[in-house]
């Protein structure tokens, strides 16, 4: 498994500001209240990693898609920006993560998708939420697309 795709040289500009934080928390709130929390076709979840500089935890809400291995799929668009998505970088230096998905609280392991593989998920979340498909027009990074796995319990 490896986490490799490198910034772009164009695309979106990349903000985090005090405004995007607010609408993340609003987010995150929405996405616990509900067992089936959506925005329009996208069912959201709460992301939850370490951070790879601060080793601080870090609460992301992102839109996710049914993996057909049983799996969860993000994709590290960033609204198509240059750069990838602070989470993605979390993510690479430290792939045990949790969700909560549905009412509960999932620890996970995430793997980047590569080839074909990535190809057909991204062809099928394009045809559940066709916005994705933008993304790739605003930025000449190649997206990722990230998939969760459920560790199993410890024995």
Do not use: C
């Amino acid at each position: 498994m490896s986490f490799d795709i490198p910034t772009g040289t164009r695309g979106r500009k990349h903000t985090s500001n005090p405004l995007v934080r607010l609408g993340n928390r609003f987010m995150i709130r929405r996405a616990r209240r509900s067992d089936s929390a959506s925005l329009g076709p996208m069912r959201l979840l709460v992301l939850t990693t370490v951070g790879a500089r601060s080793g601080q935890r870090r609460e992301t809400p992102l839109a996710w898609f049914p993996d057909a291995g049983g799996g969860w799929l993000v994709v590290a668009s960033a609204n198509g920006a240059a750069r990838n998505p602070a989470w993605y970088h979390n993510l690479a230096a430290h792939p045990e993560a949790t969700i909560e998905v549905g009412g509960r609280t999932v620890p996970v392991t995430a793997e980047q998708l590569h080839g074909s593989e990535r190809e057909e998920a991204l062809a099928r979340i394009v045809a559940a939420a066709p916005n994705f498909a933008a993304y790739n027009d605003k930025t000449d990074r190649r997206i990722p697309v990230i998939r969760f796995r459920e560790r199993p319990a410890p024995a």
